[in-house]
């Protein structure tokens, strides 16, 4: 009633090597983790060239150890530049969306560190942006 298959499998089996590499779960975590923090690095250094802080600076610079803690090589970050056409107000929601981001990625990876450092820096943006915390209800 049914013809067999013809056609070599697009599945591979057990057994064989796929002709594409395959990374783990925590791989894939790792890489998206390290893109998160090194675009909140970025964001950072457009603030440090706006406003001067030494929060700022420390910020930067724990950024840019964990992003060379997850990659394994130090992030490129650019000169700062004068010439950045954001508002204040635009960077430190961008930093503060981007923070959120590498907080549920460092979370679902179980990585402390990462995810203090997300929360902290959270805490810091919505306090620039002047808008009150909202506690977090314990469930």
């Known amino acids: 009633m049914y013809e067999p298959i013809r ?6 089996t057990a057994g064989t090597t796929p002709d594409f ?3 783990s779960r925590e791989e894939e975590l790792d890489i998206q983790l390290a893109g998160h923090l090194a675009a909140l ?4 250094d457009e603030l440090r060239s706006l406003e001067s802080s030494a929060d700022l600076d420390r910020a930067a610079e724990r950024l840019a150890a964990q992003v060379a ?3 394994g090589v130090p992030p ?5 530049s004068a010439h950045i056409d954001a508002s ?8 503060h969306t981007l923070a959120g981001r590498a907080l549920v990625v460092a979370a679902s990876r179980a990585d402390t560190a990462a995810a ?9 943006h919505t306090v620039a942006l002047g ?3 909202k506690p977090i209800a314990a469930g």
């Open 7 to 12: 056609t070599k499998s697009v599945h591979t």
């Open 88 to 95: 204040l107000a635009a960077l430190h929601r961008r930093a």
């Open 41 to 44: 690095l970025t964001v950072t």
């Open 21 to 23: 590499p395959h990374r």
């Open 69 to 71: 803690r997850l990659r």
């Open 76 to 80: 490129v970050r650019a000169a700062r």
């Open 131 to 133: 808008e009150p915390r």
């Open 116 to 124: 203090i450092l997300s929360a902290q820096r959270m805490d810091a």
